[in-house]
Structures are given as structure tokens and as C-alpha cells.
């Protein structure tokens, strides 16, 4: 006889009187839910004054595209104004007992180029106690927060999204995800977990995502694990393929050496999920960082190396970039970027200015990148 999954709470008894196993979803479930209890429940009430905060980022950039081997869309314009990743944000927290804070968040990107503005940022409520915070809304992944802070490079054509959590130009991991549930442990001695799963975040689609980190003194060290269920490649060349899971596994590793010098490794094993020739495709990446700071300006300096994907011949890739931030205060700065890929025959990553850029530049299979990019950027927050 058939009966209906229950995926939170009570399941029933199966024919013979034994009761299925309790999934991993079920009992996060169940630890959220307690720890939210205990938020609630465990202290007396001592109502605080709210704050507000408005927040945000703009930025605009000249890119100069070298696209002697760039058959894409921009091939007649090799210059381009770029004012997709300016963002305005706000943000709150409000005391509602001893220890338990309520916590809000807004943003959205703003086009300085073309005018308008979109979502896809983060947006959500939460709880912040001593036991842990809670969120829920659309949210950056753990394992994307296990190395977010660490880029240099973050919003321009040089983001470590174009090499990280990426399989042949398509950005699979390390994205903000919306209906996405997330609970992390307050900080003991350095050591944070963060924990999060969305019951769906497309059709018929569920994602899990954990984190480990340890941020102490000079060290940053992050273990990361991410899986999304049957995700489905928009890339033509897996078309075809019997599609599973999609899965990555990643560790940072971060050390500063002080004086102004900074070098960061990232490992990386990930799997789109699809399978050619009867394996499953994936690839292990490797990006290495070294950032050097003298008086106002940053010095960066990033290299990647991608492996062939199993099951498709030819498809590695190599990534470079070399830039500078020059602060003209504490919220302005211009800065210069050079960044080139150099793709096998079989593959075709490009430039990215964060994993969900809305105009990425991806060349054909084969086909290399370069890019030349003058930029200003400007950041501000200021309580209301």
C-alpha cells in the first residue's frame, strides 16, 4: 500500500510494523527547532532599543577585452562600462529578551550602468542567542562564507567565482540560495560551524551546506562541504547526460604573516552531478593568493589551475590575475585589474564578477580571455 513521505515530524510504520530511519533533513529539523525553543523559552524578557544600519557598494569599471580569440558578444566593443555589482543593503537588530536578538536584512544590486536595480542578494530574518544563531531567507551558503572574506579580488572580472565552486563556466557551488534555513555556533577560541539546507531552491530541488572554520590569530583554516540534489546542468554539452547529485568538497587554508602580507591556498573536488561514459564528471581545482599591503596600496596576486573534467578530454584550464587597490580614504579606493584564462580545446571557463553575475564573459570551448579593468569603488554604512 502506498503511503505519503512526511519530511518533518513523525513518519508512519511501514508494513510490518518498522519504522523508516530518520533522514539527516528530518533531524536537523528537529535541532533547529529546539534551539529555537530554547532562545525563546530559556530567559526573561528585557526588550532592548533597535538598530539600523543602511549599507552598500558602488562600484563602476572600464573593461578592456582583448578578443582576438573572444568570438563572443562584446567582439566588435572590446571596451565596456561595468556597474553591475554596486548594491545597497539594510540592515537591523533588535533586543527581545536577555541574550536574543532579532536580526533583518535587505539588498539589492544596483546597474550604475544601465539604471535599475535587481535582487539575488541576501534577504532574510533570524535569531541571534548565546546558543547560536538562526536565519532563514535567501542567504550565502556556508560553503561559501568558508572563503568569501578571503578574496581580494571580490566583485570584479578577476573573483576567485570564476575558478571556485565553477565546472566549465557554469558557477554549480557557493552561491546564495533562497529558502535556505542556516544555523551557526557562537565562536569558542576560534572555531565556528555552520550548518544550513533548503527544503528547495528550484524544481524538485533540495541543497545542504556545512562548514567548518577556524579563524585564529595569523591562521584561517575552513573545511567545507556542499551537495545539491538533483541539479541539472545548463551547459549544452552535458545535455545529454544521465544527471545524480552534484557534490564539492573544499579546504582553505589562510596565513598572515604579518606586516602587511597575506597568502591564501584553496583546494577544491567538486562534481556537477552528470555522468559521460559511464563516470560522473568532476575536477579538482587549486587557487593560490598573495596579498601585500604598502601604506594606501594593496598589491594582489592570484593563479589557478583547473584539472580536466573526467569524462570530457582536454577540458582543464589555467587562471591569472594581478591587480592593485589604491585607497584614496577609508570608503574610496580605484583600483586595476589584469586577468587571463587559458582554456583547453574542450574548455570554456571565463571572467565572472561573483557567482551570480548577470553578465559573465564565457568564450567558446577552447578559446582564451583576457581583460584589462580600471575601476572606482565606494563603500559606506551608516546608521539610522
Known amino acids: ?18 519504522r523508516p530511519r530518520m533522514g539527516w533533513r528530518v533531524l536537523f529539523g528537529w535541532v533547529l527547532g529546539w534551539v529555537l525553543a530554547a532562545c525563546v523559552l530559556s530567559v526573561p524578557l528585557a526588550g532592548r532599543a533597535a538598530e539600523m544600519a543602511l549599507y552598500g557598494q558602488a562600484l563602476v569599471s572600464l573593461d578592456g577585452l582583448n578578443t582576438r580569440d573572444y568570438p ?22 533588535e533586543g527581545v529578551r536577555e541574550h536574543l536578538d532579532l536580526l533583518w536584512r535587505a539588498e539589492v544590486y544596483l ?10 542578494r541576501e534577504a532574510y530574518a533570524g535569531l541571534r542567542h548565546r ?14 562564507r568558508a572563503g568569501d572574506r578571503l578574496d581580494g579580488f571580490a566583485d570584479t572580472r578577476a573573483d576567485i567565482h570564476a575558478v571556485m565552486g565553477n565546472l566549465n563556466g557554469e558557477p554549480v557551488f557557493g552561491n546564495r540560495l533562497p529558502h535556505l534555513v542556516s544555523y551557526e555556533t557562537p565562536r569558542l577560541k576560534g572555531v565556528q560551524l555552520l550548518l544550513a539546507a533548503t527544503p528547495a531552491y528550484g524544481p524538485d530541488r ?13 591562521l584561517y583554516l575552513a573545511l567545507a562541504y556542499e551537495r545539491l540534489q538533483r541539479y541539472e546542468s545548463n551547459l549544452a554539452v552535458f545535455a545529454a547526460a544521465d544527471h545524480r547529485n552534484a557534490a564539492a568538497r573544499k579546504l582553505v587554508l589562510g596565513w598572515d604573516f604579518g606586516q602587511g602580507t597575506r597568502l591564501d591556498l584553496f583546494l577544491e573536488e567538486a562534481t556537477n552531478g552528470a555522468r559521460l561514459s559511464g ?36 577540458s582543464g584550464a589555467v587562471f591569472g590575475a594581478l591587480g592593485f587597490d589604491h585607497a584614496l580614504s577609508p570608503r574610496l579606493a580605484w583600483y586595476a585589474r589584469y586577468v587571463a584564462v587559458r582554456n583547453e580545446k574542450g574548455a570554456a571557463y571565463g571572467l565572472v564578477a561573483d557567482a551570480d553575475d548577470p553578465a559573465p564573459l564565457l568564450p567558446a570551448a577552447g578559446e582564451d580571455l583576457r581583460l584589462l579593468s580600471l575601476g572606482l569603488r565606494f563603500r559606506f554604512e551608516r546608521g539610522i
Do not use: K
Open 131 to 144: 546558543l547560536g544563531t538562526l536565519r532563514v531567507g535567501r542567504q550565502a551558503t556556508p560553503y561559501r
Open 279 to 314: 563516470r560522473t564528471v568532476g575536477r579538482r581545482a587549486y587557487h593560490l593568493a598573495l596579498d601585500q599591503v604598502l601604506g594606501n596600496v594593496t598589491w594582489r596576486l592570484a593563479g589557478a589551475y583547473l584539472e580536466a573534467l573526467d569524462g570530457l578530454p582536454d
Open 111 to 120: 546597474d550604475l550602468d544601465e539604471g535599475g536595480w535587481s535582487s539575488g
Open 1 to 18: 500500500m502506498e503511503w505519503c513521505r512526511v519530511e518533518y515530524g513523525f513518519r508512519p510504520r511501514m508494513p510490518g510494523g518498522e
Open 72 to 93: 563572443g558578444p562584446d567582439e566588435d566593443e572590446p571596451l565596456a562600462v561595468n556597474g553591475n555589482r554596486s548594491w545597497l543593503g539594510f540592515r537591523g537588530r
Open 206 to 218: 533540495r541543497a545542504s551546506s556545512a562548514a567548518l572554520i577556524l579563524d585564529r590569530g595569523p
